[in-house]
């Protein structure tokens, strides 16, 4: 089971990995001499703004992946990010919050929308989609973009798969890669192939896109994500995302419920990242002028899909495993370049991508269930006072120091970026310098009285 020249090749999903995997195929198949017919198939315009370009995702991108990208050929416009974030403003319940600045300038993030945006924009819109951007980057390579729903999928007798498209009839190809993600029921269709695959477990999370305005973003969030760890139950992510116009509400953990967002949003830690008049209730308008334009409760994948792949069939992206609660679309990037560079230089059969692709996908799950420790720790931290507290502190007191030896900073900048694995991560807090610093900071936490800032200098970062 080998891929030859002309083998004709489908990508069902058009999201980042589905669209990296076909403009993977193209372009390495190129270097090795072989002409492959890829179709891409994806239903969605993702120019079109609202719900009908969205993709569900709260949309953040860390520089390592951008510069990642652009060693491969793929160079993101500058007008697909929507703001440059350079610091995290960390918030806590009983304490100050405390700016976090990227360690080292390489490590930034981007923030982008996968869609067209939550709406049309006030006067001129100055970005582009995310994913529709890589897609027509595929596109450009040769792919065959076909804006049509599959509506079925099969094997011929010959052990080959067919992509039907209702009243489009059905294709027959020599490798089907699947980059369907977790919140379409696509994923079905690939279950009723016999190849043993199962669908990976999730959850679910909330988004929300605020609309504020330009100027409103940037006076009350500036270029810094604020991240919360607040002892709210079953809360064990919170962040509010600077975009353009809007700010991007993003709560991650255990079953995620109304009356759990309602209530972050209505904690002091986060009123105080909005203007004071902002009435945010879910489902409804907020006052002011200010308009909420959507809102959602997309599914997020916690662990691997069982035997994602088969004889001349292969999921990436979502539907085989992504990276806990974190960095999607580099766990898109990784798995889609694996499958293809299986696919090309060893085969298309079950046992060629049990033997090549399957270790990415374990390696990713080996890393999460570090990362899911990780996350056991942080929320031992968030109920835990004076853990907290001495937590903060370690923080400020990093402030002035060069961004190598910011040992906590850059511990709480890499779990929320995704710009190292979470194993590194944990190797990083079990050095002798951050475990004495981190005790230090605790027993002076425990013997400093509580006190507050005042409101106002601390919360909001600088605009520049």
């Known amino acids: ?62 520089e390592s992946l951008v510069q990642t990208l652009a060693a491969e050929g793929i160079n993101l416009s500058p007008l697909v990010v929507q703001r440059g974030i350079d610091s995290y403003v960390l918030h806590t319940s009983d304490q100050p919050p405390v700016t976090i600045a990227t360690p080292v300038d390489e490590l930034r993030i981007a923030t982008v929308y996968r869609g067209g945006g939550p709406r049309e924009p006030e ?58 993600g977790v919140n379409t029921g696509a994923m079905k269709l690939f279950e009723g192939l016999g190849i043993a695959f199962q669908q990976p477990p999730v959850k679910r999370g909330f988004v929300s896109e605020i609309h504020l305005g330009v100027e409103t973003v940037q006076k009350y969030l500036g270029n810094a994500m604020h991240i919360f760890l607040l002892d709210i139950p079953k809360l064990k992510f919170a962040a509010v995302i600077p975009k353009v116009e809007y700010a991007t509400v993003c709560l991650l953990g255990e079953d995620i419920d ?43 994948n916690v662990g691997p899909a069982i035997h994602p792949y088969g004889d001349r069939v292969v999921l990436v992206g979502d ?35 049990r033997r090549r692709y399957q270790p990415v996908v374990e390696g990713i799950a080996k890393d999460n269930r570090i990362g899911k420790l990780i996350f056991w720790i942080t929320i031992f931290y968030q109920k835990s006072l004076f853990l907290r507290r001495g937590m903060v502190r370690m923080v400020r007191g990093e402030s002035g120091l060069p961004g190598e030896k910011r040992d906590m900073s850059r511990v709480l900048w890499d779990t929320f970026t995704g710009s190292a694995t979470y194993r590194e991560i944990l190797m990083r807090t079990l050095t002798p310098r951050f475990a004495l610093r981190l005790l230090q900071s605790t027993l002076l936490s425990v013997f400093a009285k509580k006190s507050r800032a005042p409101v106002g200098d601390l919360r909001h970062p600088p605009s520049g």
């Not at 080998?2 to 198949?29: C, H, N, T, W």
């Not at 999607?328 to 696919?343: E, L, N, P, Q």
Request: glycine letters at 12%; hydrophobic letters at 40%.
């Open 1 to 62: 089971m080998k891929l030859a020249d002309q083998s004709r090749v489908a990508v069902v999903g058009g999201g980042p990995a589905g669209s990296m995997a076909a403009y993977f195929l193209v372009e390495i198949s190129a270097r090795v001499g072989l002409r492959l017919q890829v179709d891409l198939y994806e239903p969605r315009n993702f120019s079109r703004h609202g719900p009908a370009g969205c993709n569900m995702c709260a949309g953040v991108v860390s």
């Open 123 to 180: 006067g001129e819109q100055k970005w582009i989609s995310f994913d529709g951007y890589l897609l027509e980057m595929a596109r450009e390579k040769g792919v065959r973009v076909l804006p049509h729903r599959v509506s079925e999928l099969a094997m011929d007798a010959d052990g080959r798969p067919m992509v039907g498209v209702g009243k489009g009839g059905v294709e027959t190809y020599d490798l089907l890669i699947g980059a369907v």
């Open 258 to 300: 109304k009356e759990l967002a309602e209530r972050f949003m209505n904690d002091p830690e986060t009123r105080s990242c909005f203007p004071p008049e902002l009435n945010w209730q879910i489902g409804e308008k907020v006052a002011c002028g200010m308009g909420q334009a959507c809102q959602c409760g997309p599914k997020l």
């Open 319 to 353: 539907a085989a495993i992504s990276r806990l609660y974190k960095d999607g679309i580099g766990a898109a990037y990784i798995t889609a370049k694996a499958a293809v560079v299986t696919a090309l230089f060893f085969g298309v059969s079950d046992n060629d991508f």
